[in-house]
């Protein structure tokens, strides 16, 4: 029996045979495996430094808690480091990086690299049979390509944190949706539910496609009222997020360390930043290429089935866009979820273009031409991932860390100004301190509404109540923009360290 999602294309020739399009898969997973391992051993720098160290720091406190030989200021500054994260999402990656330090003998942050890339590619084979379910070979072809070759996705799948194992969950979870509106029973719908409440666990924001794709679908193929009256489909929703509701109740109302405020700012859907910075942050993760292409596919889709998940998806990254206002303008990586979306709706061009070919070429090597041409965006991707990955400021920037860890003794008490929040100071240099707030971050304040203190009092409020022993700056680009915090520095603390990369001023008491 014919897939209700699927186009039977009747009449169209395929323009691969299977085992052609088997060897074109393979090369496109190898190709997207190699560039994802090149320099995988470089720091967490280049995209998403402050998500990655803060997993890479809590799993090294694991790891020092674990082994004995550890002197014990390293522990203890790792156990502090490890509670001052406190807990967001399940520390998944965390652990599994954790148990393989374990097991490898030693901290190795390529391991829990390696785990993305893996999530990342389970998430391209889910994707793929989507695809495929609903459109066709050729046409998941084109989705898969998009997928693994994405600029933006091949820097965030080989990231150590959990969002390549988000889009894994959330892949996983659409699969099985589609399973049981296609052959609904008992035991595809308890399979539905457990991966639909671990994805929805694993990170919350995929709660809004998701369950947007489990609405549509349910009402374009069943209609609003048959849809609503039925409480099975009630049951699946709120079973789904009870894993979630009470795993962020804990960490929100036990451990008080879930940050629930702030990233909801109505103001901002008034302001001109807003939308440009949503328009802006769609072009750094999928290119205007690549969305346009997405919103013509999803208009030449004609099965309503199909229509139903596709609306459903898009109406979830909206709806999350539209709650999340602060960081929908401000982080490119909350717009993750927007790759396997787009890759799935741009399946119904290929699929057209490809059909179409295939009935019109039949020599083997115009084929194989056609191919090599549109391998081409592949190829350009694979570069310009590979001159971001070859950013020689990696490596400096965890030896400058080392350096001024040396120079302040390790010390836990310090304000710093620096980029990424100082995540990446405080892994490679082993000490602790206090951020000082960038430009960026007294802008989020006043949006809020909150009152800005003068950088006197900002000072005395974290130095009055620690007795701090180092100001260090290594974002000299922001230091310059701070004309005040510059004037203060200056005029009341020696300088006891200067390079062209940083500066500590200190602060000890004679």
């Not at 391209?124 to 989705?143: N, T, V």
């Not at 150590?160 to 399973?179: C, E, R, V």
């Not at 960490?251 to 901002?268: D, E, H, M, N, S």
Request: glycine share 8%.
């Amino acid at each position: 029996m014919a897939s209700p999602f699927e186009d039977s294309g009747l009449g169209e020739k395929p323009f691969f045979s299977p085992p052609a399009r088997f060897i074109l898969i393979l090369f496109l997973v190898t190709a997207a495996l190699a560039i994802r391992v090149y320099r995988i051993q470089n720091p967490l720098l280049g995209i998403n430094a402050n998500c990655q160290y803060r997993s890479a720091l809590i799993s090294r406190a694991l790891y020092y808690e674990a082994t004995p030989s550890v002197p014990q200021w390293k522990k203890d500054m790792a156990a502090l480091e490890k509670k001052e994260r406190g807990l967001y999402e399940p520390p998944i990656i965390d652990y599994l990086a954790f148990f393989s330090y374990r097991i490898s003998g030693g901290i190795r942050l390529w391991i829990p690299r390696i785990f993305s890339i893996i999530f990342w590619f389970i998430g391209g084979f889910f994707l793929y049979k989507i695809a495929k379910k609903c459109f066709s070979a050729e046409g998941a072809l084109f989705s898969l390509g998009i997928y693994l070759f994405l600029p933006f996705g091949i820097l965030v799948s080989r990231s150590f944190q959990p969002d390549p194992l988000m889009i894994m969950g959330f892949m996983a979870s659409i699969y099985t949706i589609i399973l049981i509106y296609e052959n609904p029973s008992p035991k595809r719908y308890i399979i539905t539910l457990i991966v639909t409440a671990l994805a929805i666990l694993i990170k919350f924001k995929t709660v809004f496609p998701i369950l947007g794709a489990f609405v549509f679908i349910g009402i374009f193929s069943q209609g609003f009222r048959s849809f609503v009256l039925k409480w099975k489909h009630w049951a699946f929703i709120g079973f789904s997020l009870i894993p979630s509701f009470l795993y962020y109740g804990y960490v929100a109302f036990v451990t008080k360390t879930l940050k629930t405020g702030g990233y909801f700012i109505p103001q901002l859907f008034v302001t001109k930043m807003f939308w440009k910075g949503w328009f802006n942050k769609i072009g750094m993760v999928t290119g205007f290429t690549i969305f346009l292409g997405a919103l013509l596919g999803i208009l030449l889709i004609s099965r309503k089935y199909t229509q139903g998940l596709m609306l459903g998806l898009w109406s979830g990254y909206i709806g999350f866009c539209l709650v999340f206002t602060y960081t929908t303008y401000s982080h490119p990586y909350y717009h993750l979820q927007l790759v396997p979306i787009a890759a799935l709706s741009v399946a119904p061009l290929g699929n057209i273009l490809l059909k179409k070919l295939g009935g019109r070429l039949k020599s083997g090597i115009l084929k194989t031409a056609v191919v090599c041409l549109l391998l081409i965006p592949a190829a350009l991707s694979i570069r310009e991932a590979k001159w971001k990955l070859n950013n020689k400021e990696f490596m400096k920037k965890a030896h400058i860390a080392q350096e001024i860890g040396e120079a302040v003794n390790h010390s836990r008490k310090t304000i710093y100004l620096a980029d990424h929040y100082g995540s990446w100071l405080h892994y490679h240099g082993e000490f602790r301190g206090w951020i000082w707030p960038t430009h960026w971050d007294i802008q989020e304040k006043r949006l809020r509404g909150e009152t800005i203190p003068s950088v006197e009092q900002h000072f005395k409020s974290i130095h009055g109540r620690f007795d701090n022993d180092f100001f260090i700056v290594t974002f000299l680009e922001e230091f310059e923009k701070q004309k005040d915090l510059q004037q203060f520095l200056f005029s009341n603390f020696p300088l006891f360290k200067k390079t062209k990369d940083y500066l500590i001023f200190d602060l000890r008491r004679e």
